[in-house]
């Protein structure tokens, strides 16, 4: 897994042998708390979600020059975006807090994040961030998008102020409505059932 700076990624992982990641609200925050300090440094964020079991997340990682103190990696063939190593440490310090709570070991997640490159098809990419945000609708965890409160779909919505996500710089790349009650409407149409990301909804 490697990032190219300015192309769009859907990242996304689920608990090692499909157990929980999350089992109370305080490590939704937690979990956002760290992709803060770990991830946003190094891209921007478009969407993302949170559910039980499994996290997306809709990224555009900056160029190298971007930022202060921004390295990247060597291997002795390539050199590697810093979002590599990052996505690696957000997993491995919730990991670690969160057995420390539970009085367990073992990693949380699977060995490695997923991530497929977005650019490449023109309808995709929005295409994915709405099927991120309707993540808890297909999972029959709530039954508005607006009730779920560990996406980016309220911020969108206009239903708080942004956390994490880009609003404009996601509306311009995506060519999303400004209109909030267009948005909503969008937002609520069916993606079909063939949209496949080898990711369990639930």
């Known amino acids: 897994m490697n990032f190219q700076p300015e192309c769009l990624y859907h990242v996304f992982n689920r608990g090692n042998n499909c157990r929980r990641l999350f089992y109370e609200r305080s490590h939704y925050f937690y979990f956002l708390s760290k992709i803060k300090k770990e991830i946003l440094p190094y891209c921007d964020i478009l969407a993302y979600c949170l559910m039980p079991t499994h996290y997306h997340l809709l990224i555009l990682p900056v160029e190298f020059d971007k930022r202060d103190g921004f390295l990247s990696y060597l291997t002795k063939d390539r050199i590697f975006h810093p979002l590599v190593r990052k996505i690696g440490s ?15 070991t073992g990693s949380r997640f699977q060995q ?91």
């Open 90 to 104: 957000l997993q491995s310090s919730f990991s670690r807090t969160l057995n420390n709570e539970m009085n367990d």
């Open 112 to 202: 490695k994040a997923k991530s497929k490159m977005l650019d490449k098809d023109e309808d995709y990419p929005v295409t994915c961030f709405h099927y991120i945000h309707q993540n808890p609708l297909r999972a029959k965890i709530v039954k508005e998008l607006g009730q779920w409160e560990f996406s980016s779909y309220r911020d969108f919505a206009g239903l708080r102020d942004p956390f994490l996500v880009d609003v404009e710089k996601a509306i311009a790349r995506l060519d999303l409505p400004t209109d909030k009650a267009r948005f909503i409407h969008d937002s609520h149409k069916l993606i079909p059932d063939e949209f496949n990301i080898s990711m369990p909804m639930g």
